[in-house]
C-alpha cells in the first residue's frame, strides 16, 4: 500500500504502535473517519498518537486533533451517521 504525503497509514496486520504521526490530513479522509482510538506513551508506544479508523484504513495522527475528531463526530452523530469514539 502506498500513501501520499499528507498522511502516515497502514493497512493488513494491526500494528501495535504508532510510530510517527502528523496533522495535516484532508477533510475528505476526516470525513470518513468513524472512530478513533488514543495511544499514549506511557505503556509500549514510544509516542502519544491518534488512531483514526475510516473505512478499511487506519492513519496515526497528532493527539493535538482529539477535540477536533471529538466535535467532528458529533455533528456527524447528530446527522445520523453511524460512528464510535473510543479511549485505549
Request: proline share 3%; with cysteine; aromatic share 6%.
Amino acid at each position: 500500500m502506498h500513501c501520499s504525503g499528507v498522511c502516515v497509514c497502514f493497512s493488513g496486520v494491526t500494528p501495535k504502535c504508532c510510530v510517527e504521526t502528523t496533522n495535516r490530513f484532508p477533510l475528505e479522509i476526516l470525513m470518513k473517519v468513524s472512530k478513533y482510538e488514543v495511544q499514549t506513551s506511557l505503556g509500549v508506544c514510544a509516542i502519544d498518537a491518534l488512531v483514526l479508523h475510516a473505512k478499511d484504513k487506519r492513519y496515526c495522527a497528532t493527539p493535538k486533533l482529539q477535540r477536533f475528531l471529538q466535535t467532528l463526530l458529533k455533528l456527524k452523530m447528530r446527522h445520523g451517521l453511524k460512528t464510535t469514539a473510543s479511549a485505549v
